[in-house]
């Protein structure tokens, strides 16, 4: 489905049935986090950690749903003098979004009801950041809205785009052809969303998507509404959806003048992760097909992408002491603070790479004292825990082991500090 069918297909799906399902109310006591929304690390990614303190930012939420990431992005810039656009087909969806928005206290967030298409005639002008969580998946032409924002994209700006795992979705897309032959598209919502419930409630124990339940049903819970018949319909009802593999999204990127940044947790994208040690001589886009083929049940991608030409920040190297060590994600709520003071288990990592670590006493200490200003050597030297080169080392060691297993995960942050390039960077 192709053209004005598809956007227009797309378009009712969502007013019937706006997704991710949310109650505004719910503003007053919880702020959910999307991955793509987290300034620290888009900061880090694009600018070196210096342009947040600058204020001023101007962000789009392309495809923005009922507001998950245009709330938390605007909750993040609270008072920071920022541009925040918010645009969608669906009025419905942009409605909710609103009222949480209102609910939530924030303002100025300009809601936009057009199709991404249009992005050039609505004369919005140019974003640093524009965010795409789970947009282009559902788009009747892709490639071409990929294009338009990137011609939104300032020179130096970037994009955040989350789209489906093609391997990921295998039994999904098995699921999916089968409610087309039960419940066809033109048969009334309510009908087919109970012909997915009873194919969902009789699958065979083989049957491939049997391995990705957990995951629906989770998606049932947290996004579907009392009923779970929002994510059901966008999970399994869609009228319009595209999956990709790695290759598929450099060649997607490419077309539209972008480059790769990073994934969100880089550490699923290495196939040492999986025990493939002998790949290190792969280029990066090989080396991270082959690790998406030996995962086998990535369902998302999550990516951050810049045009082709930016310039290419040079990264902090681990062990240089200047560096200002940060957290890429964002944490209102103190609640890193409070596993750190309690001994819990760090959660880290995001979405199906979600995983909890296990922290040394020397560890916390180390990572209480990260807070985006002091550098590494300054907390190094604090944490040593008596004089002389053994406690320096041991607080090395640990700090190696952190740093590798939190930035893997995408939840640790290494920035140049302000006099970067006029320093001869000291190692630790």
């Not at 990535?298 to 810049?306: C, S, T």
């Not at 979600?354 to 560890?363: F, I």
């Not at 640990?398 to 740093?403: A, D, G, N």
Request: with cysteine.
């Amino acid at each position: 489905m192709t053209g004005d069918a598809g956007r227009e297909a797309v378009r009712e799906h969502y007013e019937e049935l706006p997704y991710p399902a949310r109650d505004p109310l719910d503003e007053r006591r919880r702020l959910i986090q999307e991955p793509l929304a987290q300034l620290p690390l888009v900061d880090h990614l694009f600018w070196g950690g210096r342009r947040l303190a600058r204020g001023g930012l101007r962000v789009l939420d392309a495809g923005c749903g009922t507001g998950d990431a245009v709330i938390c992005l605007a909750e993040q810039l609270r008072g920071r003098g920022a541009r925040i656009v918010a645009v969608d087909l669906s009025a419905a969806s942009l409605a909710v979004a609103a009222k949480r928005a209102r609910v939530r206290g924030l303002e100025g967030i300009e809601f936009v009801s057009a199709d991404l298409e249009d992005l050039p005639s609505l004369g919005l002008g140019e974003f640093d950041y524009i965010v795409l969580p789970g947009v282009l998946q559902h788009l009747a032409s892709p490639a071409e809205a990929l294009r338009r924002l990137a011609g939104a994209l300032a020179p130096d700006g970037g994009l955040g785009i989350r789209v489906y795992g093609r391997y990921g979705r295998t039994g999904v897309a098995q699921l999916r052809e089968m409610l087309r032959l039960l419940a066809p598209p033109g048969e009334p919502t309510a009908a087919r969303l109970r012909a997915a419930r009873r194919v969902l409630g009789r699958l065979r124990p083989e049957h491939p998507a049997r391995a990705y339940r957990d995951g629906w049903e989770r998606e049932l819970r947290d996004n579907g509404g009392a009923d779970g018949s929002a994510a059901l319909a966008d999970l399994f009802l869609h009228p319009l959806e595209r999956a990709y593999t790695v290759p598929e999204l450099y060649a997607r990127l490419g077309d539209a003048g972008l480059r790769l940044a990073a994934f969100d947790v880089p550490d699923a994208y290495e196939p040492r992760t999986y025990g493939v040690l002998d790949a290190e001589h792969l280029p990066p886009v090989e080396r991270q097909a082959l690790a998406e083929l030996l995962n086998g049940r990535m369902e998302h991608h999550r990516l951050f992408a810049q045009r082709a030409e930016a310039p290419v920040l040079p990264p902090s190297r681990p062990n240089d002491a200047s560096a200002v060590p940060a957290w890429a994600r964002y944490d209102p709520g103190r609640e890193r603070d409070r596993v750190l003071e309690t001994g819990a288990d760090l959660a880290v990592g995001t979405g199906e790479f979600a995983r909890s670590l296990r922290l040394t006493p020397l560890a916390r200490e180390i990572l209480r004292r990260v807070d985006g200003r002091r550098s590494l050597g300054d907390i190094l030297d604090e944490v040593a825990d008596a004089p002389g080169d053994g406690a320096r080392r041991r607080a090395r060691r640990e700090w190696e082991r952190l740093y590798r297993d939190l930035a893997g995960a995408g939840d640790l942050l290494l920035n140049s500090p302000p006099d970067a390039g006029r320093l001869a960077p000291r190692s630790v």
